[in-house]
């Protein structure tokens, strides 16, 4: 049964920074793309940040220079470390797993709230 469980969210200052964990199980985690996504209330999904296979990452451009997402092979596990937060990082974070010709897997999400 796959899973994907992410933990590590909660209430943070502007400025502030959290490490996001997302625990994979029952794939081939290490031949996946896991990504990190966010949708904020009233808005769309958004892709935060990528990583493939191979270690290669992308980010989207709000997200540069202030978050870095990472990976353990050995424990099945995708990291996003998220510093200089602020007011427009508050959101559910979700985890996702993908591979060519397989549908994506979806944690549940985990909630930062960046606030005062």
């Known amino acids: 049964q796959v899973q994907l469980v992410e933990s590590g969210g909660g209430l943070v200052q502007p400025g502030g920074s959290l490490r996001l964990s997302c625990a994979a199980s029952?794939?081939?985690?290490?031949?996946?793309?896991m990504s990190w996504y966010r949708q904020a209330p009233g808005k769309e999904r958004e892709l935060v940040a990528a990583?493939?296979?191979?270690?290669?990452?992308n980010y989207a451009d709000s997200m540069k220079g202030r978050f870095t997402i990472s990976r353990d092979n050995a424990k099945n596990t995708v990291y996003l470390q998220m510093n200089s937060l602020n007011s427009e990082d508050t959101a559910v974070y979700y985890c996702s797993a993908k591979r060519s010709g397989v549908s994506e897997y979806w944690g549940q999400g985990t909630q930062v709230t960046v606030s005062s």
């Open positions: 029952g794939f081939a985690f290490r031949i996946y793309r």
């Open positions: 990583i493939t296979s191979a270690g290669s990452t």
